[in-house]
């Protein structure tokens, strides 16, 4: 229990690294910071409080356990994973006899065990803080299994192995299982302007396109080939495999690994278009182990509905809680596509990138190469091509997927078409052009058009070994001759300007970028002239108040659910979240339906938002930056979502909220950086104002957030 530890708590020391100045630094913690901060952050509540998700467990333990009684059995329920202990309750609700809890992470095994004393049934439920296959052996066998051990990609939680596992060891034979069964579908998809942007490798000019015509045998139904091949009839297509030329390893698959998104924001002829019906490509019956495989390949015949360019697939799943065929369902479904799916943020559809992109023409038929092992699965068009002859899960051997997360990928995309950004750092490489420095990480700035075509000779400073990679091999594709990369700011002549995104790769907040600030002053020291140029010279941190649809949930309080008091969860979690920083999350917003609160105006024509604090980056890194701003509406207000901008010239790039534009308004945020939520406590939901104090100190951006106005401390 966490209250009986505060007294005899340790101190210990945990690293940090401070994200402005780049440097590690050792601060004091208490010994179970990191648990603290898991449960802080862990937003089981948005999970708790998905009422279709829990109505449906709900319903099938019901059944299940009515089944067993009328049979004349004595029902022993195992839930694996208890969390909170609700699927249990709800079991010893339903008439089970007897339920063993399993829950491997021991705050919430204890928060679990006071829920279930004070809902009375804590002589039936008996919580066990193992992992259920660790266990080998549970007295009386159980002949009911609950689990709920899914995620985004349905098995990256060890469902397989959790299910098998409990299968073969710890129930009798003919247990139920609950969900009873699970499908996983596919649907092949073409959008080079929203989804492609995430995996495309960003090409300075338009690269030149190669096409070869590939014949393929597509089997008449789904043909498994690991670990069990079928035979099965097949026929033949020819189809045109698209590869774009392009600086890195051609023959680079690329990241195969899942893409989660809420696909639901992504609608089809506006975002992307559908070349197919959702496409069944793998079942998993949770009941018969012996049909449960980690590792399995099978080729799946696809109808091509429309013709295009198939460069992604979305995917979904969906659960058949208590083998009622469709009468008790969860589905995963976007609700473009099901009018019964809900929205949550525990699970969301996702997307997978192809190694190749394939023609398709309406009417024909393509095979799916469909694979998984026990943790991920993965997709391709079956083109024959060497990258997919082993059916095993295709890797990234350039090091370009691998190394950075797909918002990065996005944003580096973007950056080659932002005409406005490209316009005033022409200008200024024009004003500056004998020597122009970049500087930042994971960039690729130095070799833009607007910098090279400019530049008498550009250099990149880059410390990261694997993006000098990178960078070499663009400089040798594209012949630039003007440009050089180093490693070290000893290596540097004398700048004509400074030039940043600015990025860095350990940053996740916007404002997490600001360590271009002291790389400027550590150059401008360097040889001993403060008055060398730097783009961009000014950055802005900014907040709108924002009334979300759906998002706020995920950090309220969850109270009585489905009949039961979970308010210790809230004891927890709430304490939790006091005992760290005062937390501004990350979230890419442009994911989630919310619109800005009732009454509220921008300060400036054309920009979002309001301006927190501003940072003068041609002028020394103060020590201790404070402002207060108070925020007021008339409306709704459930969060604030707070970014950064940057000054180039005339034209502030963001990073966060766009002004213009038509089409859906959820696109209207940058989807190349995550934004910051800071989501307004249950306790002040109703104010109408909130006083916000930003302070960057020692290098750091913080917050702090009030209904009431703060005094401002005397420096």
Known sequence: DMTEVEETRQKVFKEKVNHVTGVREWEVAEDDYDIVQEIARSRFGDMILDYDRNDRYEAALITVINEKKAKGEFVHVLDIGTGTGLLSLMAARAGADRVTALEVFAPMADCAQKIIKESGYADIITV?????????????????????????????????????????????????????????YVQATESPHVMGKFNEIPQMREGKEERSEVEMTVPLTRRRLVPLLEDVEVSKTRVTVLDVVHPLDSSCPGNCSVHDVQVSLLLPSLHFSPLSQPTLVFEFNFEDSSSIFFDETAIVRMEISKSGKLDSFLTWWDLDMDRSDGGNTLTMAPDWK????????????????????VEVREGEAVPILAGHDEFSLWFAVDDGSSSLASLDRPYCVCEFHARLSRTMIY?????????????????????????????????????????????????????????????????????????????????????????????????????????????????????????????????????????????????????????????????????????????????????????????????????????????????????????????????????????????????????????????????????????????????????????????????????????????????
Not at 140 to 149: G, Q, T
Not at 154 to 182: S, Y
Not at 338 to 357: G, L, V
């Open 128 to 184: 066990i803080a193992h992992r259920s296959t660790d266990l080998s052996h549970l007295g009386e066998k159980p002949n009911v299994i609950v689990a709920e051990v899914f995620d985004t990609e349905l098995i990256g939680e060890g469902a397989l192995r959790t299910f098998k596992d409990a299968l073969e060891n710890l129930v009798q034979p003919g247990c139920r299982v609950i969900p009873a069964r699970a499908r996983f």
């Open 411 to 715: 944003r580096m995309n973007k950056l080659m078409d932002d005409r406005r950004l490209a316009e005033e750092i022409a200008k200024e490489v024009s004003r500056h052009p004998s020597e122009v420095v970049v500087v930042g990480e994971g960039s690729l700035l130095g070799l833009h058009p607007s910098v090279v075509g400019g530049a008498q000779r550009v250099t990149i400073l880059e410390n990261t070994p694997w993006m000098r990679k990178i960078l070499h091999k663009y400089i040798k594709f594209h012949e630039l001759r003007n440009v050089q990369v180093v490693a070290e700011m000893s290596q540097l002549s004398k700048p004509s300007l400074i030039l940043g995104e600015p990025f860095f790769l350990s940053s996740v907040l916007p404002w997490e970028n600001l360590p271009f600030w002291f790389e400027v002053e550590k150059i401008q020291s360097l040889f001993g002239d403060n008055s060398i140029p730097i783009m961009p010279n000014r950055c802005s941190i900014r907040a709108i108040p924002m009334k979300f649809r759906d998002l706020h949930h995920t950090a309220g309080r969850v109270g009585t659910v489905n009949g039961f008091n979970l308010s210790k969860f809230d004891e927890l979690s709430e304490k939790a979240r006091s005992a760290v920083d005062a937390i501004v999350e990350d979230y890419s917003l442009w994911e989630y339906v919310g619109e800005e609160s009732d009454g509220w105006k921008d300060e400036e024509r054309g920009r979002a938002g309001t301006e927190l604090l501003q940072m003068q980056l041609d002028t020394a890194p103060s020590d201790s930056e404070r402002k207060e701003k108070t925020i007021q509406v008339t409306g709704e207000m459930n969060g604030i979502a707070l970014w950064a901008e940057w000054q180039f010239g005339d034209y502030w790039m963001t990073t966060g909220r766009t002004r213009g534009g038509g089409g859906n308004e959820s696109l209207s945020w940058s989807a190349g950086h995550k934004q910051g939520v800071y989501f307004i406590p249950p306790e002040q939901l109703g104010e109408k104002q909130i006083h916000v104090i930003t302070q960057f100190v020692d290098g750091e951006v913080t917050f702090i957030f009030s209904p009431t106005p703060i005094p401002l401390e005397k420096k």
């Open 338 to 357: 099901d009018a019964n799916s809900r929205w949550r943020d525990h699970w969301m559809q996702s997307i997978y990138y192809p190694p190749h992109r």
